[in-house]
């Protein structure tokens, strides 16, 4: 089949044509371009397209593809709202994901996000290199018997609640589906007011609906405490961001950890080092010295990225031979 890829890196090339070795490969040609309305007759003559996180599929970009022949939107990931699921069903176009590639990748993350912000080995190194051995300012705290909130128990959700745990916290969850072999291992699920005011530290692990937008807005900051950790590695839209900066100006978070942000789709997998950056919020949520700011980065292993790129290439080929797609997001 032919499909045409975009968003894409030289990483994304590597991994998805060594997975593209089957008796007959697929046709991949790879666009450094996200998929836009300027882009999309790029599409034209492929039966596929196959996308990335920040690649907007909204209803008029999905009315486009449908004029262009494209009958299937590969996502290369797990998180499908940046596509209109309702358009794309009712032009015909099959949508396919990543249901699961490595929840072990973005839960380990959000630990390393948790210990460099703690205790702060990104200033220690550059301290370092700069002949600065002082430890001034750079006390963190045990983990612990602290008490660590989770929303969303999903895949990702439980390993992390679980690796928590053997640091000796307390964990507490807020989930609609509760897990049950948490319960057992001793997560306590909450309400989400309980699990605000009672956690040391918080991290999102549910997908972004629109239930969940700005699930965490100015009205939720006040509820924690001054001292909370806040980490989000799930979706930018999850949190009010202009929120965050008034309550870390007013000392009402005590750090604060994104791997996501909700404007990142223009800034986010590019080099803008020589640019200009508009986005006062996220400059000046980068200016804190109790921020951690990284470019969606939480899946990136060597692991994820192969069962991404198996994934991917297999749900290509189920759709290509009429097989059933397991890994097809409908509404
Ligand atoms: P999952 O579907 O296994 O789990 C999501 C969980 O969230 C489910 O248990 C669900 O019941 C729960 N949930 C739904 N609505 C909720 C609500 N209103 N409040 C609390 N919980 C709610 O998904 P997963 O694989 O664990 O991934 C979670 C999210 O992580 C994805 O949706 C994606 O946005 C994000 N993600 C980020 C990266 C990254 O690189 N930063 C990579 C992969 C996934």
């Known amino acids: 089949m032919k499909v045409a890829v975009f968003s894409s890196k030289p990483y994304d090339k590597t991994y998805l044509d060594a997975a593209n070795i089957g008796d007959k490969p697929h046709r991949l040609v790879y666009f450094e371009d996200s998929l836009t309305q300027n882009t999309v007759d790029l599409s034209k003559g492929y039966g596929a397209v196959c996308v990335f996180v920040n690649d907007i599929v909204d209803g008029p970009l999905i009315k486009r593809l449908h004029e262009n022949g494209v009958k299937l939107i590969v996502l290369r990931c797990t ?3 940046n596509v209109d699921i309702n358009a794309a069903n009712s032009y015909g176009i099959r949508v396919v994901r990543v249901t699961v590639y490595s ?20 200033r220690a190194f550059n301290r370092v290199r700069d002949g600065n051995f002082s430890l001034n300012n750079l006390i963190g705290f045990d983990l612990h018997g602290k008490t660590v909130g989770v929303i969303g128990t999903g895949k990702i959700g439980v390993i992390f609640s679980k690796i928590m745990m053997g640091f000796g916290c307390r964990v507490l969850a807020y989930d609609p589906f509760p897990n049950k072999e948490l319960v057992e ?5 909450r309400s989400l007011d309980e699990l605000y005011t009672e956690s040391d530290i918080i991290t999102l692990k549910c997908p972004l609906t629109p239930e969940t937008y700005h699930i965490i807005d100015r009205e939720a900051m006040k509820k924690m405490k001054n001292t909370v950790m806040l980490i989000n590695s799930s979706r930018g839209g999850l949190i009010d961001a202009p929120a965050l900066v008034e309550a870390l100006k007013n000392r009402e978070i005590g750090y604060l950890g994104i791997d996501v942000y909700e404007q990142e789709e223009s800034l986010f997998y590019h080099d803008l080092s020589d640019e200009i950056i508009e986005d006062d919020v996220l400059t000046r949520l980068i200016a804190f010295p109790n921020v951690l700011v990284t470019s969606h980065q939480a899946f990136f292993t060597d692991t994820a990225l192969n069962n ?17 797609l397991v890994n097809e997001v409908k509404h």
């Open 103 to 122: 929840p072990y990748a973005v839960a380990e993350y959000t630990v390393a996000m948790i210990l460099t912000l703690n205790r702060k080995t990104h």
């Open 308 to 324: 991404i790129a198996e994934t991917t290439i297999q749900n290509i080929t189920d759709f290509e031979e009429g097989n059933k």
């Open 79 to 81: 998180g499908f709202n």
């Open 185 to 189: 291992k001793g997560v306590e699920y």
